[in-house]
């Protein structure tokens, strides 16, 4: 009589472990699910973007949008991680994009492209400019359609081992990245006093700090932004400093060249 009593209880424990077996999605690391890459942002080094989800997508993607004053359109798209590159075109869907197999069941994804800047078949770097942030296929505007899948299935979107929120519109959600930062930066000197390091690469934005004299600098990544106008040169290239986490124009980087050679695009 007291195993009977204790029935209720042990069905209620199975239906209990059955349900849990039911709804629970599988995550990597579980048994039988490859770890993933580290994967990072795939836009450059210092952008600011903001994301949200549409309800109505099959899978698990998110789409990207420029959030810091920079042009979404044309902006580079880079590899989330190291992997083969593989380029598609769907003119009524996803429009010119690629396919990253990273490996043991894990493959990106990067639709909308407006170019291609790889080959098909390529293996890329963590980092590498694989195409430019276009509206190709159907797309009302300019992003990134982006997709982390597991054996064909999608994910919930990881970047640097983070989970990312999964917003209805665009302006709740933002992420800086650090991809193809360069890790310790490119060494070079600057010229002139009190030169102004800028939250991003234009004249009206806010101040970061100054450089009180020539200063030996870090540069992770250069982009176009504002024209400066000094010592009878004009210039439109910033480079993104690593130590004062901040934008200078080019022109006050002693180098003769308006783009500095051997830096990458932020």
Same mark, same amino acid.
């Given at each position: 009589m007291r195993f009977l009593g204790r029935l209720p209880a042990l069905v209620a424990g199975a239906l209990l472990a059955l349900t849990a077996l039911s709804v629970a999605p599988a995550q990597a690391g579980e048994a039988g699910v490859s770890a993933a890459p580290v994967f990072k942002a795939p836009y450059p080094c210092g952008q600011q973007w903001t994301y949200s989800h549409h309800s109505a997508e099959v899978r698990r993607a998110l789409d990207f949008v420029r959030s810091d004053g920079g042009a979404t359109a044309g902006t580079p798209v880079l590899a989330s991680a190291a992997g083969t590159a593989t380029r598609y075109s769907q003119p009524s869907g996803a429009g010119n994009?690629?396919?990253?197999?990273?490996?043991?069941?894990?493959?990106?994804?990067?639709?909308?492209?407006?170019?291609?800047?790889? %080959?098909?078949? %390529? @293996?890329?770097? $963590?980092? $590498?400019?694989?195409?430019?942030?276009?509206?190709?296929?159907?797309?009302?505007?300019?992003?990134?359609?982006?997709?982390?899948?597991?054996?064909?299935?999608? $994910?919930?979107?990881?970047?640097n081992g983070a989970g990312l929120a999964y917003p209805g519109s665009y302006n709740q959600a933002y992420l800086t990245s650090d991809n193809g930062c360069g890790g310790s930066g490119y060494p070079f000197s600057t010229?002139?006093?009190?030169?102004?390091?800028?939250?991003?690469?234009?004249? @009206?934005?806010?101040?970061?700090?100054?450089?009180?004299?020539?200063?030996?600098?870090?540069?992770?990544? $250069?982009?176009?932004?504002?024209?400066?106008? %000094?010592?009878?040169? @004009?210039?439109?290239?910033w480079s993104k400093l690593r130590d004062q986490n901040g934008f200078i124009s080019n022109i006050y980087i002693d180098h003769p060249d308006a783009k500095l050679p051997g830096v990458p695009l932020c």
């Open positions: 994009y690629i396919a990253i197999d990273h490996g043991g069941g894990w493959t990106t994804y990067y639709f909308h492209l407006s170019a291609y800047s790889v %080959a098909s078949g %390529a @293996s890329v770097a $963590q980092g $590498q400019q694989i195409g430019v942030t276009g509206s190709t296929g159907n797309s009302s505007g300019a992003h990134i359609h982006y997709e982390q899948l597991y054996n064909g299935a999608g $994910q919930n979107i990881v970047i010229w002139g006093s009190g030169v102004n390091v800028r939250a991003d690469a234009r004249v @009206s934005a806010p101040v970061v700090t100054t450089l009180g004299g020539p200063t030996a600098v870090r540069v992770l990544c $250069q982009k176009q932004g504002d024209t400066v106008n %000094a010592e009878g040169y @004009s210039n439109n290239w």
